[in-house]
């Protein structure tokens, strides 16, 4: 058995149970859908993202479920920026998504996988000219996000010589602070109702859609209600003003999934609204402000909710030390380099066995040479050894798709199929892939 020098620690009393003592129980995995999670590093390496495709599916068929029961005319846009691995974005058009992009390389990477222009919601502050004109002439759904924007499209569409249908995003208050107001026009200050104005004088535009996306996270179902009833209202009076008919809303997303977040202390179950509420709250809101004899077709833009709990990170113990305050500290293989969003969420991390031992306050460090590459700064854990795999979820939203190219490759992804098969849908970066092309 490895010695180990005897250490005296403080006992912080905030890691401790209910009754105050230390915490004892260990939170273990040993398998993902099935698939034991020793199995999965020895074969594809550590670090390794691993999604599961049934996870992905249920969570989708359940929000799906509550909003196309109260409302027919419904369609997910899948939100590329949160996950836009080629095998997951594929997973969710095969489900009945159409794209949601918010950049050229966004709406690039859908047509390369097949999807039509006219099922891809163009978004975004910054779309290049040169860019929107190609989505013009794909038919995409082009939502203006400023007077810069709207006056790009009316010249392309002098360009053309045809009038171009847009929507516009709005942006506006539903209580919720802070105020996603960078991006849109303003409800309040009617500045979203002048630049319809502007657009129906010029005549070279064809408002026919209305956007908001009012926060990320959000744990207030009812603010969604309040952004739906002011856009059935700005919808009305357009229509009512201007002639044009608003064929379809986009309430955007942000919808919570169930990571816990940081500052936070109930339980993500208690506080995260549920498909039903996100539903009743909008849905109602378009019933009771319908002004006009047909309904809107509603589109949602949801990403973290649809994928962040089937999206798991496995790392490995490299090695520990002892720090000077007697706090052990773990070397892991991955950090925060794979994991931007450890500055917003506690993971649930989880040891691929029961280890024997005494639980003691412990740190989780990354292989980078940073001092903040820290994946939990305050955890209860036993004597692990090294090699030992641990399971970190949920990461299926934004991790990837915001992970850096940074010291170390990025590792491979694994998808775990509905039939408990496992393949590589992402290969791990080398030096080929990582070296900057000479000129």
Known sequence: MHYEK??????????????GSPVKTQKIRTNIAGVNVNDLTEKYGSPLFVFTEQEIEDKYNTLYEAFSTRYSDVEFGWSYK???LNEICRIFHKLGSC???????EYQKARALGIEGKDIIFNGPYKPKEDLKIAVQEGAKIHIDHLFELNDLEEIAEELNIQIPVAI??????????????FGFNYENNEALEAVERMHQNGKLILNGLHAHIGTFMLDAKAYGMATEKLMHLKAIIE??????IEYIDLGGGFASKSNLKGVYQSSEVIIPTADEY???ITNAIYDNNRSKKLPKLYLETGR????????????????????DGKKGYIMDAGVNLLYTSNWYNFNIELDKRYEGENELSML???LCMNIDIIEENIMLPPLNRGTVLSISPVGAYNYTQSMQFIRYKPAVVLIDKEGNTRVIKEVDDLDTVNYKEV
Do not use: C
């Open 305 to 324: 909710h649809l994928i962040d709990e089937a999206g798991y990170l496995l790392s490995s113990v490299w090695g520990y030390k002892r720090f000077p």
């Open 6 to 19: 005897p250490t005296i620690n403080k006992i912080d009393f905030a890691m401790g149970s209910k009754y």
């Open 99 to 105: 794209a949601e992009v918010v950049s050229e390389f």
């Open 82 to 84: 949160t996950n836009y």
């Open 279 to 281: 539903a009743d709250a």
């Open 365 to 367: 460090n990354g292989p």
């Open 169 to 182: 995003r709005v942006n506006m208050d539903t209580g919720i602070y802070p105020q996603w107001s960078r």
């Open 240 to 245: 009512n003003q201007f002639g044009y008919e």
